[in-house]
């Protein structure tokens, strides 16, 4: 009966270990989230910044819809900045429960990742920049 209770035990652990790995795995980012809120010390700046992008494209020909971040396989992310000359830059990225962290260049961006809603958040001298990310 105690080999019983000692198999029995192997078995449980086991499949929580399963279930915790598989659920861990399952939010890691792929594909792309594309900018929906800009903040800037809490103030949204959405409007103002998505009326700014549609001038800059009748001269550079990129939009706010060329503003997103690409996650790819082994870590790594592209974040393009908004023109479609693919002007952006690469990085890694980490994840940490719902926690995430995007470097490059020597730089970090954290935020959360909650479903496919993606959340940075940036301090800027006395600025706080908040931007959120969605895939669709």
Request: proline share 1%; aromatic share 12%; charged share 25%.
């Amino acid at each position: 009966m105690r080999k019983v209770k000692s198999v029995f035990f192997i078995v449980l652990v086991l499949a929580v270990s399963v279930t915790v790995f598989a659920q861990n795995n399952s939010s890691v980012p792929s594909g792309k989230y594309f900018l929906t809120a800009f903040e800037i010390n809490g103030m949204d700046m959405f409007e103002f910044f998505k009326m700014m992008s549609e001038m800059a494209d009748e001269s550079s020909g990129g939009s706010l819809e060329d503003m997103y971040i690409e996650f790819q396989g082994g870590g790594k992310f592209f974040m393009a900045m908004g023109s479609d000359e693919g002007e952006g830059g690469e990085g890694t990225f980490l994840m940490n429960g719902k926690n995430i962290t995007l470097s490059a260049n020597g730089e970090e961006l954290k935020g959360t990742l909650d479903g496919n809603k993606l959340t940075l958040e940036q301090e800027q001298g006395n600025d706080v920049i908040k931007m959120v990310y969605e895939k669709k």
